[in-house]
């Protein structure tokens, strides 16, 4: 199993849960409002003179099965990249060696 963040923006929070869950990922999205910096853009702007700013971005997380990672990554790339003209985000993709669920008592 692998886990996949992705770092986006808000705009394009609708169009890619949308999309995950029609391609029948439902459950396990985590999603969560965080400050995000664009290292190449931070070093532009330190080169100018100005100050260095955290922009606000989305953060998705999900666990898929190694066969589903590649689409998974693709797709959230594309919806981002269509939504908006705008650059600054990122996409990780982890190992997961186990997962163990909380249950209510």
Same mark, same amino acid.
Request: charged residues 35%; without cysteine.
């Given at each position: 199993m692998k886990k996949i963040e992705a770092v986006i923006l808000g705009s394009n929070l609708d169009a890619v /849960? *949308? !999309? +995950?869950? %029609? /391609? &029948? @990922? /439902?459950? !396990? +999205?985590?999603i969560m409002d965080v400050r995000h910096g664009d290292n190449e853009k931070r070093l532009r702007q330190?080169? *100018? !003179? %100005?100050?260095?700013? $955290? #922009?606000? /971005? @989305?953060? =998705?997380? +999900? =666990?898929?099965?190694?066969?589903?990672?590649?689409?998974?990554? *693709?797709? =959230? $790339?594309? #919806?981002?990249? +269509?939504? %908006?003209?705008? #650059? &600054? &985000? #990122?996409i990780t993709v982890q190992e997961v060696t186990e997962v163990k669920r909380v249950a209510r008592g």
């Amino acid at each position: 199993m692998k886990k996949i963040e992705a770092v986006i923006l808000g705009s394009n929070l609708d169009a890619v /849960r *949308n !999309g +995950l869950e %029609s /391609r &029948g @990922i /439902r459950s !396990g +999205l985590t999603i969560m409002d965080v400050r995000h910096g664009d290292n190449e853009k931070r070093l532009r702007q330190a080169e *100018n !003179g %100005s100050p260095k700013t $955290l #922009q606000d /971005r @989305i953060k =998705i997380e +999900l =666990i898929v099965e190694d066969s589903e990672t590649e689409k998974t990554v *693709n797709f =959230i $790339l594309r #919806q981002a990249q +269509l939504e %908006s003209d705008e #650059q &600054g &985000g #990122q996409i990780t993709v982890q190992e997961v060696t186990e997962v163990k669920r909380v249950a209510r008592g």
